[in-house]
């Protein structure tokens, strides 16, 4: 039997001085052409595009990709779109691309590394000692990527639950003055921006809401159950004691399910009355979700007309 390569020590030693990464030039200046294929197929290397290689246990941190740009490229670079929202903390709707600024004569034919030739409308921040793409600027430009509304308002609410963003009123400042393509569908949606949803779930759900012009919830409404425990909703309406929760599966096994039972057997002795929402309702039977909604709504004594209106956007 043939012997597995191990991974150099003089290799080991340089990936570590640069993030986890390694180039076919670093490699190659140490070991074999032959060599360094065996040990990329031995799994001790891998391939993050052509020419660039990680250590395992580096691959998922932006820094190390940034760092593979930075090394493929021959010098720094700008993060912006995803790669900037991973470091502002925000990075819902990432494609697993290392995306970053480049000036217009650069190109690249790397699956992996996506660079932009667009001028940004703000200057620069650094986060960690690196340049990226101001946070408005980046969550504005992913949120105007994103084909569906309640998605657009999963990005904005992300990113001001990352504490980035001052409040919804700056994105709709800066959506105001930003010139990029499908900009004009944020524009409506970004005044309901929310930095207390908690999942994009939640978002949305709230658009759904919103679009269908039954009143505004509150996310992550409080309720004082009758044991004197506050528990949460993912969405109330506290003047009509109207909740609804997202039901995900995920959360739904072992312990996490006897901590979601308690929890929704103290909120049953309230007066609240709640609705519980599936990824399913929201994108597959939206109209008899809210009908749902709406007649319990209701039943707690509102009428159309009373302290709604929700954006009304194009496409669903």
């Not at 969550?139 to 998605?151: E, F, G």
């Not at 970004?190 to 939640?202: I, K, M, T, Y």
């Not at 609705?275 to 979700?289: A, F, G, K, S």
Request: aromatic share 6%.
């Amino acid at each position: 039997m043939s012997k597995t390569p191990t991974l150099p020590a003089a290799l080991s030693q340089l990936a570590s001085s640069q993030q986890g990464i390694l180039t076919t030039e670093n490699a190659t200046a140490v070991v074999s052409t032959n060599t360094l294929a065996n040990i990329v197929r031995s799994g001790q290397l891998l391939r993050l595009w052509r020419g660039i290689f990680v250590v395992p246990g580096w691959t998922d941190t932006t820094e190390a990709r940034l760092r593979a740009a930075e090394l493929t490229l021959g010098r720094p670079v700008v993060a912006c779109l995803h790669s900037a929202a991973a470091l502002h903390g925000f990075d819902i709707a990432g494609d697993g691309a290392v995306h970053v600024l480049a000036p217009e004569p650069w190109g690249s034919r790397r699956s992996g590394l996506v660079l932009h030739r667009r001028l940004v409308t703000s200057p620069l921040v650094e986060v960690g000692g690196r340049l990226v793409t101001d946070p408005r600027e980046t969550a504005l430009c992913i949120a105007a990527l994103q084909t569906q509304p309640p998605r657009v308002l999963a990005v904005l609410d992300a990113a001001l639950r990352s504490d980035t963003v001052a409040d919804a009123q700056a994105l709709v400042e800066f959506a105001d003055r930003l010139s990029v393509n499908r900009i004009r569908k944020v524009r409506p949606i970004a005044p309901w921006a929310d930095g207390r949803a908690e999942s994009p779930p939640e978002s949305w759900l709230r658009w759904a809401i919103l679009d269908a012009g039954l009143p505004p919830p509150v996310p992550q409404v409080t309720v004082l159950t009758a044991a004197g425990r506050v528990r949460r909703l993912d969405l109330g309406w506290p003047e009509y004691r109207v909740g609804c929760e997202f039901d995900g599966v995920a959360f739904h096994t072992g312990e996490a399910l006897h901590r979601d039972r308690v929890r929704m057997n103290d909120l049953t002795g309230t007066d609240w009355r709640s609705l519980y929402i599936t990824n399913r309702m929201i994108w597959h039977e939206r109209v008899p979700m809210l009908a749902r909604i709406e007649a319990l709504l209701r039943s707690r004594g509102w009428r159309p007309g009373m302290n709604t209106v929700g954006p009304q956007t194009a496409g669903s």
